[in-house]
């Protein structure tokens, strides 16, 4: 006589491997070791993870990924405007003044040839050399021309000054860019409003934007503006009415630049911000090419070298 089988107790119930015996869902398992159980995940992620692959937060626990990642964030922070914070030293900044260092020195060294083919002039231009737009901003009165020694010391201290706190907060590409695109934009004013035969050089069309760009900047932040208002009053009216030799058009079209530049970077909507801040450097670039190829037009059958 068979025996009927014992009704099953409350640990025989059998369920597949890997399966709640409760409600026969999956078990979650550490996404590093699948071979581990947990009903623990991390709070910044979501994914389960074992004992071994989390560490304590502020909030919860967090997997050791998140914690390297968030670690990593804290090294980099983003910046205000979308560039990286800059904690370690105003790189691009002295890499700045070293480059201006280095032109003067070969300026010296090698006068007739780096002056003549760097600086800025109107007829070159007109010729086909566009590059002295930009190679002229890194030359400068050689002594006993001009003001001599007093304009790379002038501009390198204004830089120095300057510098270092514009690159913290927009960040070393931003900062590049406003001080190129200002240097650009005083070396196009020049060539569309000085005459073809006045030679132009030196940095103060970048100085200048970054006048122009720290005023901009302060502004957004809420800050006191008065100082570097007074700073670009000083130097506007001695650029307008002090030495006959300063080229005006080019502390004008450097601080109208850095101005206008910064003012897209710092201005530009959270979202899609980098598109819309490369897209205003892009503009800028293509409005200053627009005038060089303007000018051309008027002086190409001005000019005969």
Excluded at 153 to 176: K, S
Excluded at 202 to 230: E, H, P
């Amino acid at each position: 006589m068979a025996t009927p089988p014992s009704p099953p107790g409350p640990g025989d119930t059998d369920s597949p491997a890997g399966q709640s015996p409760e409600t026969g869902t999956a078990v979650p398992t550490c996404y590093r070791h699948p071979g581990r159980e947990t009903y623990v995940s991390c709070v910044r992620c979501g994914r389960p993870a074992c004992p071994d692959c989390l560490r304590s937060a502020a909030v919860g626990q967090q997997c050791v990924e998140c914690i390297r990642e968030a670690n990593r964030d804290e090294r980099r922070p983003a910046g205000a405007f979308g560039g990286r914070v800059v904690t370690s030293g105003a790189v691009v900044t002295w890499t700045l003044v070293g480059l201006n260092v280095a032109c003067y020195l070969a300026e010296i060294t090698a006068r007739s040839t780096v002056y003549v083919d760097g600086v800025m002039f109107g007829a070159g231009v007109a010729n086909g050399d566009w590059y002295r737009l930009l190679s002229s901003a890194f030359l400068h009165e050689l002594p006993g021309s001009g003001i001599g020694l007093l304009h790379i010391v002038f501009n390198m201290w204004a830089l120095i000054v300057v510098g270092p706190a514009l690159e913290r907060w927009l960040g070393r590409l931003r900062f590049l860019a406003v001080y190129l695109v200002s240097a650009l934009g005083g070396s196009v004013l020049f060539y569309l409003i000085a005459s073809p035969g006045q030679v132009g050089l030196g940095a103060s069309g970048a100085i200048f934007g970054l006048f122009g760009s720290w005023f901009v900047l302060a502004r957004k932040l809420g800050l006191d503006t008065r100082q570097i208002v007074g700073l670009i009053v000083i130097n506007l009216v001695i650029t307008f009415v002090g030495l006959h030799f300063i080229a005006w058009q080019a502390h004008l079209g450097g601080l109208i630049a850095g101005a206008a530049l910064t003012a897209a970077y710092v201005y530009a909507p959270r979202q899609n911000r980098a598109l819309i801040q490369a897209t205003a450097t892009l503009a800028m670039l293509a409005l200053l090419v627009v005038g060089v190829v303007v000018r051309d037009y008027q002086l190409v059958g001005a000019v005969r070298l």
